[in-house]
């Protein structure tokens, strides 16, 4: 009887050991599948989180880009008319310069005139003080009768006789 008693116990325990393991088994594969969810929705998480953030940058990036195109066509705009501008500057400039070169030709073909009739003129005043001084010797030896000497005739052709004292 002990025998039985003690196989009973035995079994007892061995169906209770089996039981629990049972039991733990089942405790572990719940907490297995909870885990297994978790990760899950961890991952889940993840990758929504990880395309909001790519669909962020990719945002900011276009908005970014936008930006640096707008001021690229705004300073290609800039830069066109400040082209512009320069080229009137330099047409207006160009034909400022053309006039003032004409007018300096003009004007250094007046003072060639002018310098060429000043020379004609000191030439004819030159010769005609020479045809008065002839004149004037001829009239004196009229008037007076007495002919002049050479000296007298080199001092006239000179010009004005130089004082003693000078």
Do not use: W
Request: glycine share 4%.
């Amino acid at each position: 009887c002990s025998l039985a008693v003690d196989f009973l116990v035995a079994r007892h325990d061995a169906l209770a050991a089996q039981r629990s393991a049972e039991e733990e088994m089942a405790r572990l594969h719940s907490l297995l599948r909870a885990a297994e969810a978790d990760k899950e929705a961890v991952q889940v998480q993840a990758k929504a989180e990880t395309q909001s953030i790519r669909e962020t940058i990719r945002a900011e990036g276009n908005l970014c880009a936008e930006e640096f195109r707008k001021q690229a066509v705004s300073r290609e705009r800039d830069i066109h008319i400040l082209k512009e501008q320069y080229a009137a500057v330099q047409e207006s400039y160009s034909a400022r310069i053309s006039d003032l070169q004409a007018r300096l030709a003009k004007l250094r073909s007046r003072y060639k005139a002018l310098e060429g009739r000043r020379n004609l003129e000191m030439e004819g005043f030159s010769r005609d003080i020479a045809t008065l001084k002839r004149h004037v010797v001829k009239l004196e030896n009229l008037c007076y009768g007495t002919k002049l000497t050479n000296d007298d005739i080199r001092l006239l052709r000179m010009g004005p006789v130089p004082r003693v004292g000078d």
